[in-house]
């Protein structure tokens, strides 16, 4: 029997300072890690109303207790700030190796404070930190910044997680990338590490990390690589973009900024064809048999580069059938870009299908667009916005702003055709079909993200993601909004929430059982299923504490309009939700997670529930 | 995977129709049975404000879904009805070897109505029922009735549930009991079979019972009786009584109607001193290997009949020590009047005590109490009460109406001494100590009981019984009524009213992760300890509305005054909750479960959370 606490790395950019905190493992226990920890420091730390670009904001990178132990899905963790995007809390996550290795190098998290006068790096190796030069990195692809910094370092083995020049120039999506092609693409953190003048933070570590039982830990692998394999070996063959043509076949594929459900050209971007042409490799993250990422290769005229991967589904969506384009070249390239520069190729996607949106209707005109003809399926005007996006170039530096700041800039009624919640771009998944999804992006903290999200497919086919949580009645309907979905989605967002937490991926089906094994094993903490929804809970509880503080209200819970409006050919042909349904749906989660049911704001009773009530004074002090 | 749910069987005595229900499994996965089903039938099925007593009333007899399968403990079951003792709701569990015959007779529950005409008992054998005359066996011993209806019925293998000469007299405090030593002891449900003219219920059953997985079960059986066997032997060596000299030198045993922690004559009724002298053998429940039942046999003057068992700790302290008394074989005398004629130890003992108090401090004369020299530890005393109790004669006619209303009807500020909450009588455990506990007995809806609450010597010595639910800090002293041991309470009841839904004995130490196994295995259903413990939660909250219907309010959830006064001598010196302690306590309490902090109301959100909004709309419509 041992526990799980370890070190925290705080960083002061701006005095060079560098220290190290071991909070004890009542702490790590009640918080566990990765989102948890994220929004616990950034509640405490950060004071109300700050400039998510100025040197206050602080960006905490956190692994959780499963990362870096040799089980699938275990090199997910998370990073925070407060989000320029959103002006709310900001986290998201990413796979990879960098997390095992932080882990290795005997840290569970940094936290960045601060500005660097000058471009810096950070260097961690085997418990020690230093902030080292980083002229010769600025203004670099992600690609040429990792060799510069292993040939400085003279270690190939070094994990660099960076921003990009998307970061460098406060894209306000842009991301953070480990491994070149790992994402944490939401919420802007790329920007905020800009901001600091934080290029990398590279990460190379030896130690061994205590773990209570190894050879359950072993069993679990063990059984996830071989017993599981039919669960996970069609994900490995297509990829995450896999369900493309069944999306198109129920009206839930993105398309040309969300006015369609069904895509024409879906066949030529399917994660089929992507097998089938332009895939050269497959490529894994820490430990993880499944192999779910893609590498592509292309000739002319892109010439797309395997070194920056290949599209994820929502990569596929975003750049792909939301901007109307069926030419998969080009969106593997634009996906060499967003990896490269550093941008979250969903709100960069969307911010490009809005201005075509906006340009299709005739808001926009070929000389507000740098003379770009931007009608959907313009594959050049896609790739040179992603450029001009990444270098605040014409106007991509309108667009660098996201859509709801670009709609306000242009006016004229533009904001339609931003599809975002608390301005962040909504993800490639329909909420007139997954209405519960609909109104997670709508309750997300973190504006509309489907990693901190629950997807109503789940609900359709079988009861199983709920039905050991004690919620009967058998499968239900995606297009519902009734009580009973919402009790459902009110008790596995915090289930989702606990997988942020803990430091696990969404796409290995570990399930409850074996989640809670998994977390035995490696901490010895004697946890159950109630435990971790309720650090699940916490986590989401302190994110809506964030965000009270900066004024958020039930107001900013809203989904864009033209999700009430229904499709009016295809299979869900007059199928929406209505605002009175989704506000209804809103209201009843409020009550059933214990918020006040009219405005949002978390009971007392709640917060001294799960101990966090310092959360609520914080939040309403 | 095979699912878990049977037949339900209904009885109206007026009409004498029978007929089963199937209410599917739905329902009982949302309320898995024992006090659950209790709650929900009466709940939906009673009006508000009937007579107790009166016709309107019903009795439910509830299985939970581990009855009768072969693992120690799951010989426990529940009964309810609305109490006559407190008018809110009432139920009580039970072990013994009646629930497994009714399981294997085809039934989970049973619900009566009405009134028989005339005497009567009910005879349930393999999926059949009828109502029987019961001329024979009214006015008679709980032994006779068994000889009786076991002879007249030619099977001596029949198990017979009945309420004893108490409860035809309703007494208020009158039990059930079955198989003649297994009393459903509070509520006062006896004297609801009594007014309905229902002096036993007899079953037996030789059917099969379903079993998702018999080997898991045998498993686990084998290994509570072997591996686990350190942690009950004690148990069985002593009985309950065996920790009556470390309650005394704790200051914590009830002593002379709760003035006193400590007790002179301790070790003379210890378990200790049982085992040495009147013990002749051991009893257990149905495949329970514990055998922590007492069988005493003693000569003259008071012939002690084994066939009534021996006397638990709750009788040791409310005959023995609660009245002053240490003379061990008059004790067990009062078991065997207790278990002949159908009457709840701790009622009767703590009415008795409280009389003597009264006595003893000169509210009371001789002359009141039919010449009896009723001062603490005169066992005749004590006896004598319990025939006059039982059978209404003297004085007992008032003492059957229980602590509270001999109070009431005795005025001269006597109420100060009935040691109850809600009208029910205060078990053996000292609230000044155990202060979680004390709380405890003033939440709960049905008044002071130990099988509703938890006790705080749990968090004395480890954090075992709640650090796998997420609560962390380590033990905590008994003497302290904090918010972390608000917040552990708040998740100890509901778990300790799943025990008592799913049918498991409080003493045998399943823990979480085995009981969770036990309902998978039973069941086959993919259950959490999530789900365990919000069945357990929903059946407090529908217990929590029965009461709201009934028009009680927070100010019914209070202890007796004289739990604020310390004690003068002893280690307890000095120790004791403030008022003002106790009652930030109970707001903290109600805040943290989801109840309007200030009324103790369940918000709308909580029951939607759980499912039973209807509860709500039954106790406010």
């Not at 009645?473 to 009580?483: N, R, S, T, V």
């Not at 929406?576 to 007392?604: C, H, I, S």
Request: with cysteine; proline share 5%; glycine share 12%.
């Amino acid at each position: 029997m041992m526990g799980c606490a370890g070190k925290i790395l705080r960083v002061n950019l701006s005095s060079g300072t560098i220290s190290v905190e071991e909070p004890g493992e009542a702490f790590y226990r009640q918080y566990f890690g990765g989102t948890g920890f994220v929004a616990y420091y950034l509640l405490k730390e950060l004071p109300k109303g700050i400039d998510p670009l100025g040197p206050e904001n602080k960006v905490v990178f956190a692994l959780g207790p499963l990362t870096g132990h040799p089980v699938a899905g275990a090199g997910r963790n998370s990073v925070g700030a407060k989000s320029p995007l959103t002006g709310g809390i900001g986290f998201s996550e990413a796979g990879g190796f960098w997390g095992a290795e932080l882990k290795k190098a005997g840290f569970d998290a940094i936290i960045i404070e601060g500005k660097a006068e000058k471009p810096s790096y950070l260097w961690i190796h085997d418990g020690q930190a230093e902030i080292r030069d980083g002229s010769n990195i600025w203004g670099k692809t992600t690609g040429e910044v990792e060799d510069v910094i292993r040939a400085e370092l003279g270690d190939d083995r070094i994990r660099v997680a960076q921003c990009g020049i998307a970061g460098e120039n406060r894209v306000r999506y842009a991301c953070v990338l480990n491994d070149i092609t790992h994402a944490y693409g939401r919420s802007g953190i790329g920007a905020v590490m800009g901001s600091k003048n934080l290029k990398a933070v590279a990460v190379r570590g030896t130690q061994n990390m205590p773990v209570a039982d190894p050879a359950k830990l072993q069993e679990l692998a063990r059984w996830m690589a071989t017993d599981n394999k039919p669960n996970w070996e069609g994900m490995k063959d297509t990829g995450t973009a896999g369900g493309v043509v069944s999306l198109h076949a129920s009206s839930a594929l993105p398309t040309k900024n969300f006015r369609f459900g069904q895509f024409e050209g879906h066949q030529k971007i399917s994660g089929q064809t992507m097998r089938d042409t332009v895939l050269v490799s497959r490529d894994n993250c820490y430990a993880c048999p499944i192999f779910c990422k893609r590498v592509v290769k292309t000739g002319e005229p892109h010439n797309v580069n395997p070194r920056y991967g290949g599209p994820e589904y929502e990569t596929i969506g975003s750049l792909g059938s939301t901007c109307g384009l069926d030419d998969l070249e080009a969106i593997c390239k634009g996906n060499e870009l967003c990896n490269a520069y550093g941008m979250d190729t969903i709100s960069a996607g969307v911010t490009i299908s809005f201005a075509m949106e906006c340009y299709e209707t005739g808001l926009l005109t070929k000389d507000d667009l740098d003379g770009l003809d931007a009608r959907f399926g313009n594959a050049e005007a896609m790739l040179s916005l992603l450029e001009k996006i990444a270098r605040r170039q014409g106007v991509g530096d309108v667009l660098a702003e996201g859509s709801l700041r670009a709609a306000r800039k242009w006016g004229k009624g533009s904001e339609i055709y931003a599809m975002q919640v608390k301005g962040q771009e909504i993800p490639m998944h329909e909420p007139r079909l997954k209405m519960a999804l609909g109104v997670g992006y709508a309750l997300s903290p973190t504006g509309a993200d489907h990693c901190h999200n629950v997807h109503d497919t789940a609900f359709v086919k079988s009861s199983s993601s709920y039905e050991d949580l004690g919620i009967g009645g058998g499968p239900i309907p995606a297009a519902d909004l009734g009580e009973r979905k919402i009790r459902i989605l009110s008790q596995l967002l915090p289930n989702r929430h606990f997988g942020n937490c803990v430091g696990l991926c969404n796409f290995v089906g570990w399930g409850n059982d074996k989640t809670l094994e998994l977390v035995r094993a490696a901490t010895g903490w004697k946890s159950t299923i109630f435990e971790l929804l309720k650090v699940g809970e916490r986590a989401l509880n302190l994110a809506k504490c964030f965000n009270l503080r900066e004024g958020f209200t039930q107001k900013d819970d809203v989904l864009p309009k033209r999700f009430y409006e229904p499709f009016l050919t295809g299979p869900l042909t007059g199928v929406a939700p209505t605002p009175e349904q989704v506000e209804e749906a809103k209201r009843n989660y409020y009550a059933m997670v214990g918020w006040d049911r009219e405005t949002g704001v978390p009971l007392r009773g709640k917060m001294k529930e799960l101990d966090i009530e310092w959360a609520l004074d914080a939040a309403t002090g």
